[in-house]
């Protein structure tokens, strides 16, 4: 994997002007959109649900990149397949049976991703990793944006890095959370693939102009 690819996480956007910031990415120098789900049950906080995520997907033109932070994702697979989701995102920690969900995401014709808490050892991914298209490390705990980066995730990346090449696996290295520039370049030489970023783009003043910084910045 050569190229960077930057997600800005519309998490961050302007919700009573979706469309403009969703058109904004766009035209950007972003590659994905990232979209965060919220049931309030997961994690202390409620973001949106399907009918927005159908408004986001009638606008957004480039990879959809679903962040389930959800219990019992199973019930849904189909539906965000449906939405028009390209990737879907679960929690390890919400998914007793995550080998079955990642088959299932798959069925459905989507990149199966698993999402780490910051507490949740790479380890545990060791039996999986083959069958990953994509881990999103956590560098804050999942819930809200714009919190602090987390320095452990340094590490957490450079053993993932290692675990990936062990097992000949072709998984991305996602991170989410606290991205800014100050960060970006240090983790993409820990091996990241993927840096969404929510605040650190649309809290900027020129959003568009910051994702072309970030995208340069990790080349
Ligand atoms: C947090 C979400 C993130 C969030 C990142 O639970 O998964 O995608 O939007 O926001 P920032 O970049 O502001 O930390
Ligand atoms: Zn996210």
């Known amino acids: ?10 998490l961050a956007a302007d919700f009573a002007n979706l469309q403009r910031d969703i058109e904004m990415v766009n035209q950007s120098d972003a590659d994905w959109h990232h979209i965060d789900i919220m049931d309030g049950v997961f994690v202390p906080n409620i973001s949106f649900g399907m009918p927005v995520l159908k408004a986001i997907a009638a606008h957004a033109t480039k990879t959809l990149d679903v962040h389930l932070m959800i219990v019992d994702p199973d019930r849904y697979i189909k539906t965000f397949a449906e939405l028009g989701a390209n990737n879907l ?10 080998h079955r969900t990642l ?8 990149a199966a991703g698993v999402a780490l808490n910051p507490h949740t050892n790479i380890n545990l991914l060791e039996d999986t990793i083959n069958d990953i298209d994509l881990v999103c490390v956590m560098s804050v705990n999942p ?5 602090s980066f987390i320095e452990n995730t340094y590490d957490k990346v450079k053993a993932l890095k290692e675990l990936i090449i062990r097992k000949s696996a072709h998984t991305l290295i996602e991170i989410d959370g606290g991205v800014t520039s100050e960060n970006a370049k ?34």
Do not use: R, W
Request: some cysteine.
């Open 143 to 147: 819930g809200f944006g714009g919190q």
């Open 186 to 219: 240090q983790l993409i030489d820990a091996g990241a693939d993927v840096l969404v970023a929510g605040s650190f783009i649309f809290k900027s003043d020129n959003p568009s102009q910051t994702i072309k910084k970030l995208k340069k910045l990790v080349g």
């Open 103 to 110: 088959q299932a995401i798959k069925a459905e014709g989507m």
């Open 89 to 98: 995102t679960v929690h390890y920690e919400a998914c007793p049976h995550l």
């Open 1 to 10: 994997m050569d190229e960077k690819i930057i997600a800005p996480s519309l």
